[in-house]
C-alpha cells in the first residue's frame, strides 16, 4: 500500500533543477522536517531519508513508508493524508530544514592538501 501511495506522489511530482530556490522550501529526501499529525503526537522532527540509508534510528523516516511518502514535496503549512495500518491519518508541515550539503566542487579552487610540499620545478639552481 506504502509503495502504491509513493508512486501517486511521484505521478503528481514536478521535476526542478537541484538550483531551484522553490528547493529551500520544500521537503526532499534528505530535508529535517517538523510536523504534525492528527493521530495524537505532538510535533515531531525527523529526517526523510532513502531506504538504505534508514538506520533505525527514530530521527530517521524512510520515503518508501506512508508518513515519508505523505511528507515528500510538502511545504510548511501544507498537509496530507496517508494510512497507517489501514487507518487515515493527516500530516502537516511546520518547518523545514535542509542538511549541509556534502559535496567538493569539481572545478574551482582547491584547499591545499594537508602535509604536501611543494614541489620547484624551475631547474637546476646555480651556486
Known sequence: ??????L???NRAEIVSDDNPE?????TVG????YWANWGV???KVQLVWPEDYAFDLAQ????SGLGAALLGLRVGDQMPYFVAGCANIVRVQNITKPEPRVAPLFGEQPPLANASIVDESG????
Do not use: R, Y
Open 31 to 34: 530535508s529535517w522536517v517538523t
Open 42 to 44: 505532538s510535533q515531531k
Open 1 to 6: 500500500m506504502d509503495g502504491v501511495f509513493l
Open 124 to 127: 637546476p639552481q646555480a651556486a
Open 23 to 27: 528547493l529551500e522550501s520544500t521537503v
Open 8 to 10: 501517486v506522489q511521484i
Open 61 to 64: 523516516i524512510s520515503v518508501l
